[in-house]
């Protein structure tokens, strides 16, 4: 599948960004990385959707020791807005008890919920939890944490492809877009 020239998504034009060629490259040695990382672990694996649902996927498919999946949706929002708070964790079904978790996610914007994630996980006395993302906006976080596995440091840019979205659109493309500047 070739790269679009320009895309436009629920109104809102789009230019390529980063290729999934090159995605493609960085996810497989993520997937490294945490082989050797949780050798003789089992760790379990909690993508949070809807946007990670291709990144997870693609990683998960590195990933060659023992491990379990577990897909959870995070309510965070109040209205429109994000609160930055989670209010719930959705579709979590396994003991999480002493287990090594990693948190797949596609992007860390302010990483305000993330923040709060990290500290609603805890009440579940994990073994160690960790953070793989593909993508990270440093000029935006307002939260301090370590990003154990990160794809790529992006600047503040709108971008959607690869499970990201605009509206709800966007999701299926395998090339990520930025937002176009004209």
């Known amino acids: 599948m070739e790269t679009q020239l320009k895309l436009n998504v629920a109104g809102l034009d789009f230019v390529p960004y980063i290729p999934y060629s090159q995605i493609a490259r960085r996810v497989e ?30 990683l998960i498919k590195e990933i060659c020791i023992p491990c379990q999946v577990s897909f959870v949706k995070i309510a965070s929002y109040e209205g429109t807005q994000s609160s930055g ?17 990693i948190l797949v996610e596609d992007i860390v914007d302010t990483g305000l919920t993330m923040a709060s994630l990290l500290k609603e ?28 596995y990160r794809g790529f440091d992006i600047p503040n ?14 999701r299926n493309y395998r090339d990520v877009y930025c937002l176009s500047p004209d």
Request: aromatic share 12%.
């Open 85 to 101: 708070k989670v209010s719930q964790l959705i579709g979590l079904q396994q003991d999480l008890e002493g287990r090594h978790i």
């Open 29 to 58: 040695e993520l997937g490294t990385e945490l082989n050797h990382d949780y050798e003789g672990l089992s760790p379990i694996f909690l993508p949070i959707l809807n946007g990670s649902f291709m990144f997870a996927a693609d």
């Open 157 to 170: 840019k709108f971008i959607v492809g690869y499970g990201l979205d605009y509206e709800g659109f966007g």
């Open 121 to 148: 996980l805890e009440n579940f006395r994990p073994a160690s939890v960790k953070i793989a993302t593909l993508f990270v906006k440093p000029e935006s976080l307002k939260e301090e944490f370590e990003i154990h």
